[in-house]
């Protein structure tokens, strides 16, 4: 009877601890948030009246006349995403310019207003319908500032904006993402005003209220904006997200559009002890040089590119939204859809084949002994089951025996995030000669990690995972062997105007500086190249072993800058504003924006454009926003602004920014005149300038 007893007592407590999940740690995600993070990848659908004028941010005022695709066909974009492995799509309904791509009834400045369909089309129902058949999920994008609306900046404007955006939330069927930023106030039409604006930032739009309308219609809506309150921006448009990535943050009150360099760098790291789960999204294009509208000559991103912004976005742990720009005819080009789809080609063999499926894992712990949180769950590619160690067990280890030696240069990890983020250390190591051989240390693991590497080959490897949570959870676990994919060629140029190629052993650099030659008619590099009156290089690399070859790459440089002079009426100031031309991009020169900086080219030359680089440390205050660039021929008579307008979107996208003129001039003398910066700081800061000539 004793033995019975004790039986059903053992029985009892076994039945008992099988209901013993570990406890949720910290804020955990919301059903929206969690299949949010299982997308992985989407794309933020960039098309409008920007498209026709090739410009990020256009000014408000362009005839909607202008809006009259041949060919737009939304079930090509639904179709080329499907395609290429994206979950959803983002559709820009409305950007700062105003223009809608559905047909609200609360303004003319829309579809209902063009060419197009004769003026009864909805770009943004046709995308709807779309997305259903190719089974992806829709979001939408409206922009708060509308710098065609004439009461933009008053009470009234607020409430049209409520007023859209209940049309987009009721309208279109279930809204996986709705996605607003920071870009707010400023120049622009605004119904004939033509002026600048300014708005309170934190209290004009009422931005709970916008949340508020979001998640009374879609409840299961991530909300994506600086600072969430669904997913946070990531701190840059470069598509990099942070080796330490933590989903919890405290916003303490911050609201879209307010920034400092501290907090730009916690967008990206997240807050291990934040208050909320606001996971961050990392976006960037797919056209380079990068940009979210169409621009003629913008090619899509080389394969290796692409591979690596996989591995900053994803194998960080954040979702990768991939800005795709429609062409003028209304489709997607072949071009920019054919790299998609080789970039899809390119995951599915790096990740073909899980090297740890067979292998024989033992932990050091795993919770209470029960089967249900053993290491063998986190190969059993459910991601409803993990292994999980027993309360107090803050560091263990996983000793994955292969039975034979294998080759692996990527390792895969994954938590257990419906209860939360855990893991704030991990170690690989492989067993070489009877030893163990550290071979990567990271941070955080979150939804997703995944690490390159040199290859190893071995037939034992051990996972150390360490956190500050009561316990550890590991949903997923994966080892690959991923081929060798050739990188793309690294060009610079010298301030004499050399032209160098980055070179590695087994690897040949091929070029042409001349647009439509044939590959096979492309010059192997051996020597520097003279483009001391600059132009464009076009590249690739090959692997002389396998015969594999990157994709072309086009770069533009500058005239040769070694004989330029940089004058003012301030010796101190000449002496530092040098760095604007030191061909240095680390070195900026700031000063007081009313300070002319005249450069001395040396010769007269026919010139077709010029570059500005803002400085690049991360700060903010000097980087120019309105500019006016003038020419001269003798430094005394100047003449009107041969290019002026503004640097758009240069705050979250601070690269080298090229104007190409109207028509050519000849010129010894230029000067670039900053009317305002991005801080309104009165300063100008140069990291770079650069002059093009007419070939």
Not at 329 to 339: E, F, L, N, S, Y
Not at 486 to 508: L, R, T, W, Y
Not at 629 to 643: E, V
Request: aromatic share 12%; net charge negative.
């Amino acid at each position: 009877m004793k033995t019975i007893y004790l039986f059903l007592l053992l029985f009892l407590s076994a039945c008992t601890q099988k209901q013993t999940p570990p406890a949720p740690y910290g804020p955990t995600p919301s059903e929206g948030q969690l299949s949010w993070h299982q997308m992985e990848y989407f794309s933020l659908i960039c098309y409008g009246l920007n498209t026709y004028t090739e410009e990020e941010w256009a000014y408000g005022d362009v005839d909607t006349q202008r809006f009259n695709p041949s060919d737009l066909d939304t079930d090509q974009w639904a179709k080329v995403a499907h395609d290429a492995g994206m979950k959803g799509l983002i559709l820009v309904a409305k950007h700062h310019d105003g223009f809608c791509l559905w047909p609200s009834q609360y303004t003319d400045y829309s579809v209902k207003s063009t060419p197009w369909k004769n003026g009864e089309g909805d770009v943004l129902g046709d995308l709807a319908a779309s997305c259903k058949k190719y089974g992806l999920k829709l979001g939408v994008y409206l922009s708060p500032w509308d710098r065609n609306h004439p009461d933009y900046g008053r009470p009234e404007y607020v409430d049209y904006y409520y007023k859209q955006l209940e049309e987009l939330m009721t309208n279109y069927g279930e809204i996986f993402e709705f996605w607003i930023d920071g870009a707010n106030g400023g120049t622009g039409y605004y119904g004939g005003a033509n002026e600048h604006r300014n708005i309170d930032r934190k209290s004009y739009y009422g931005y709970d209220e916008i949340f508020s309308i979001v998640k009374r219609h879609q409840p299961n809506a991530v909300i994506f904006s600086d600072v969430g309150p669904g997913t946070r921006w990531v701190g840059n448009e470069a598509g990099i997200g942070s080796e330490t990535n933590w989903n919890r943050i405290t916003t303490n009150g911050k609201f879209p559009g307010e920034s400092s360099p501290e907090y730009t760098k916690k967008l990206g790291t997240g807050d291990p002890d934040g208050t909320a789960w606001i996971p961050a999204e990392v976006n960037t294009t797919l056209l380079w040089p990068k940009a979210w509208y169409f621009h003629t000559g913008h090619q899509p991103r080389s394969l290796s590119n692409l591979m690596d912004l996989y591995y900053t976005s994803i194998g960080r742990g954040s979702p990768l939204n991939l800005g795709l720009a429609i062409a003028p005819t209304g489709k997607i080009r072949d071009i920019d859809a054919q790299a998609l789809l080789n970039f899809k080609k390119q995951v599915d063999r790096e990740f073909a084949d899980n090297l740890v499926m067979g292998a024989n894992v033992q932990a050091s712990d795993y919770r209470n002994k029960q089967a249900a949180f053993a290491p063998d769950k986190c190969l059993d590619e459910d991601s409803d089951t993990y292994w999980a160690t027993t309360d107090s067990v803050q560091q263990a280890t996983l000793e994955i025996d292969f039975q034979k030696p294998v080759t692996f240069n990527r390792l895969l990890l994954q938590e257990y995030i419906a209860l939360g983020q855990r893991i704030h250390e991990f170690t690989l190591e492989a067993e070489e000669n009877g030893e163990y051989r550290q071979i990567v240390n990271g941070t955080t693991v979150g939804y997703k990690r995944i690490v390159r590497f040199d290859a190893v080959k071995t037939s034992k490897a051990r996972i150390t995972l360490k956190t500050e949570a009561p316990c550890l959870t590991l949903s997923n676990l994966g080892f690959y062997h991923a081929p060798r994919l050739v990188a793309d060629p690294i060009a610079h140029q010298d301030i004499h105007g050399k032209v160098h190629f980055n070179q590695e052993k087994g690897i040949s650099v091929f070029y042409a500086l001349k647009a439509g030659t044939p590959t096979a008619n492309f010059t192997k590099y051996s020597e520097p190249v003279d483009l001391s009156l600059g132009g464009k290089v076009y590249s690739y690399t090959k692997d002389e072993e396998s015969g594999f070859q990157t994709d072309m790459l086009i770069n533009q440089f500058g005239i040769a800058r070694d004989a330029w002079k940089i004058s003012t009426t301030n010796l101190q100031v000449s002496k530092e504003a040098q760095k604007a031309i030191d061909n240095n991009p680390q070195t900026f020169y700031i000063g007081d924006a009313s300070t002319e900086l005249i450069i001395d080219l040396n010769q007269k030359l026919k010139l077709n454009g010029f570059s500005y680089l803002p400085r690049q440390d991360g700060e903010k205050e000097g980087i120019i926003y309105e500019y006016a660039f003038f020419l001269s021929s003798d430094r005394k008579n100047w003449g009107p602004a041969k290019a002026e307008g503004t640097f758009s979107n240069i705050e979250n996208n601070p690269i080298r920014q090229i104007i190409t003129f109207d028509s050519a001039e000849t010129a010894r003398f230029i000067k670039l005149v900053a009317k305002s910066d991005i801080r309104q700081s009165g300063q100008a800061s140069f990291a770079e300038i650069e002059i093009f000539v007419k070939q």
